[in-house]
């Protein structure tokens, strides 16, 4: 099961594995730097305190105990800091008189502000408070008690009022970053893609260039030699057929000539049958090979024409009109016209045959394909048919008569013009009958 968020191109899942990558990279690094902030924050909070309340401890011992509330009054004490005096504690929770776990985290403190012992106090009750910081109450030498609560506020993990934007400038440059570096590796990739296809519309299309990285060049110089090769083969077959072409058409010929001697009239029309047809399954051949059509040049044809072409020409071979055009007023594509022409030619063909008339539609572009169909109300093709019949020298007609049916390549050379421009030929039953073959080009 595929995620529906999950991107089919190479470069989109490189980018997405990328982008998150990097991300949950930054959210783990900023929480640490955020917990190990918050952590400072309570340290230096708990050292604030325990400072300030060493430097009031020493202040109220030395000063006199009416002057204790001014003294308290005039303090710079910070957010959450409260300091009173009393004649008992007022540490809650704890019994009077008991030095608890925790009391020698003062001591250090206000030991190191020197002075002789009697300075210090003789007791401390120490309880911390519930949501953090502490309550203190430190025994005075009149007897009397000096209670201190401190309630640091809680650590904030980005003080900054930048933080946000600094971090979205952070993040928007990574993804450009990451976005043009995957762009630039997968680029190669959709240049040899291109040219695959290049390829497989002429055979003739410039080769690769071979700049770039190691593993690119190779792949680059890789693809070209095989091009090279697939161009030598079709070159070398050509060749061959030109050669079979020249060598069957000339006994063929002097046969056709011979037979005008021959005196029995149904003997010599049998024997002219025969050699006209032999000669027309030779044309075939050549032209479901692709001679005319490997040499021949693309250009840009008006489709809606050249469908119209076809239809009258049918129609006067017919004497009727026997092939209808529902097309647009025009519509421009580049083809290698001859050969189009030709597989048009016979669709339109096989459709008279088999279904007395048909008709040519053409569908304007969608998603960069321009579609030919050639429907009929014919007899239609068993589905299990329509495999077989798209292969050379198959006929759906089952009597070898070429007055009932062709060579069998009808199809076949329609099929093969259709994807040397880079499309299908396919064909399908209509409803509730009838045969429709689509003919799809490149827009």
């Not at 050249?306 to 647009?328: F, M, S």
Request: charged share 25%; hydrophobic share 45%.
């Amino acid at each position: 099961m595929t995620l529906s968020f999950w991107p089919r191109s190479i470069a989109g899942r490189t980018f997405l594995v990328l982008l998150l990558g990097l991300s949950a990279a930054q959210v783990i690094g900023l929480t640490i730097h955020a917990l190990d902030r918050m952590e400072l924050q309570r340290k230096a909070a708990a050292r604030e305190s325990m400072l300030r309340l060493a430097g009031l401890w020493r202040a109220a011992v030395t000063a006199p105990a009416s002057a204790r509330g001014e003294l308290i009054r005039q303090a710079d004490l910070p957010d959450g800091f409260t300091v009173t005096f009393s004649a008992e504690p007022t540490t809650v929770g704890l019994a009077t008189g008991r030095r608890v776990e925790g009391a020698d985290r003062l001591a250090p403190w206000l030991g190191r502000l020197g002075g002789p012992p009697s300075l210090r106090p003789r007791e401390v009750i120490l309880a911390d408070l519930q949501g953090g910081g502490f309550s203190a109450s430190l025994r005075l030498p009149d007897q009397g008690w000096m209670n201190v609560t401190a309630r640091p506020p809680r650590p904030v993990p980005w003080s900054s009022p930048t933080f946000l934007v600094a971090l979205a400038v952070m993040t928007a440059a990574v993804a450009a970053l990451s976005f043009w570096a995957v762009r630039r590796l997968t680029a190669p990739l959709r240049e040899l893609a291109q040219a695959a296809d290049r390829l497989g519309r002429d055979v003739n299309a410039p080769p690769l260039s071979t700049e770039g990285p190691r593993e690119v060049a190779q792949a680059a110089a890789a693809f070209n030699t095989m091009a090279e090769r697939i161009r030598r083969f079709v070159s070398d077959r050509t060749t061959m057929l030109a050669a079979l072409s020249h060598d069957l058409r000339t006994p063929i010929t002097r046969l056709r000539l011979r037979a005008e001697f021959i005196e029995d009239q149904v003997l010599r029309e049998k024997l002219l049958a025969d050699l006209a047809e032999m000669e027309a399954m030779v044309s075939a051949t050549l032209a479901l090979a692709g001679e005319d059509a490997a040499r021949e040049q693309v250009s840009v044809i008006d489709l809606a024409a050249l469908a119209r072409t076809v239809a009258d020409e049918a129609n006067d071979l017919a004497g009727r009109e026997v092939v209808r055009v529902g097309a647009p007023a025009a519509l421009a594509v580049s083809v290698r016209p001859v050969s189009l022409k030709r597989a048009l030619g016979n669709l339109v063909q096989n459709a008279v045959a088999y279904a007395g008339h048909c008709t040519i539609r053409l569908v304007p572009p969608e998603c960069g394909v321009v579609r030919i169909l050639v429907e009929d109300e014919g007899p239609g093709i068993d589905e299990a048919e329509i495999a077989r019949l798209m292969e050379p020298f198959q006929r759906g007609e089952p009597s070898r008569s070429r007055e009932t049916g062709g060579a069998g390549l009808g199809l076949a050379i329609a099929r093969s013009v259709a994807r040397a421009h880079g499309g299908e030929l396919v064909l399908e039953n209509r409803s509730p009958r009838g045969l429709r073959a689509s003919l799809s080009l490149p827009a």
